[in-house]
């Protein structure tokens, strides 16, 4: 947790956001059901809230809740997944719910960017568009990973308790997949292909590549905008 030697600011950010905290968890908790304890995430919660607080970097212009809502959320998801052998249903849905938060997390510094001179409404419409459509293609992708792997990364294939039109879907997804991540640019490919197709811890495999959290965020949000206008041009 915070320690006496961290920057006074740093504590402050911390305090007057741990309220956010809770409201993560109870989020989180919705999709884990009895599979975790409330305190679990909320100490999971906090670590993240810590981590992003000695990360932030006010220059960017991102405010700092909306900044430490991404750390909080994936710290959340990342402390559930190793805490215990979870449903394949349950994987699936925190890895849905993991990606979306990531594409999120590392579009934010775009979006709150000040819009180009000339810009209209309908460019902003379009632009929340494209985010949205980013971002389903995000969690399509977090779906397509809980298939094909469980929560350490071992594959358990098709997930069996589907009716044969789902899994039929969910082969034909994953094929597509695999067909568009290889058009990426290769540093962007080889994130997606490792934690979407293999299984690999996101911030396992950022750290293999020599990336930070932020700039890996940021790439997996290029390459999911990259695979959402290919897969619109199919």
């Known amino acids: 947790m915070a320690k006496k030697d961290d920057p006074p600011e740093v504590l402050a950010r911390f305090q007057a956001e741990l309220e956010l905290v809770e409201i993560v968890a109870r989020q989180v908790a919705k999709s884990v059901g009895p599979h975790a304890e409330l305190g679990d995430l909320m100490s999971f919660g906090r670590e993240g809230l810590l981590d992003a607080a000695r990360r932030f970097d006010p220059e960017r212009g991102v405010p700092f809740r909306s900044y430490a809502n991404f750390r909080v959320k994936g710290a959340i998801v990342d402390g559930v997944r190793d805490m215990a052998r979870l449903p394949r249903r349950i994987h699936a849905r ?70 044969p039109e789902e899994a039929a879907a969910q082969n034909e997804l994953s094929a597509l997949v695999r067909e568009t991540i290889a058009g990426l640019p290769q540093e962007e490919a080889e994130l997606v292909r ?11 495999v950022a750290r293999d590549l020599g990336l930070s959290k932020s700039w890996a965020s940021r790439l997996h949000t290029r390459a999911m905008s990259r695979l959402t206008k290919r897969l619109r041009g199919l």
């Not at 792997?149 to 009716?163: C, M, N, P, S, T």
């Not at 490792?194 to 396992?204: A, K, V």
């Open 94 to 163: 925190l890895q849905g719910l993991a990606a979306g938060s990531r594409y999120s997390e590392g579009a934010l510094e775009d979006l709150a960017a000040p819009p180009p001179p000339g810009s209209s409404a309908a460019d902003a419409d379009l632009a929340l568009s494209d985010h949205l459509a980013g971002m389903a293609t995000a969690i399509a992708m977090g779906l397509v990973a809980s298939t094909a792997h469980g929560e350490e990364g071992e594959a358990v294939g098709i997930d069996r308790g589907l009716d």
């Open 194 to 204: 490792r934690h979407y197709l293999e299984g690999e811890r996101f911030d396992h």
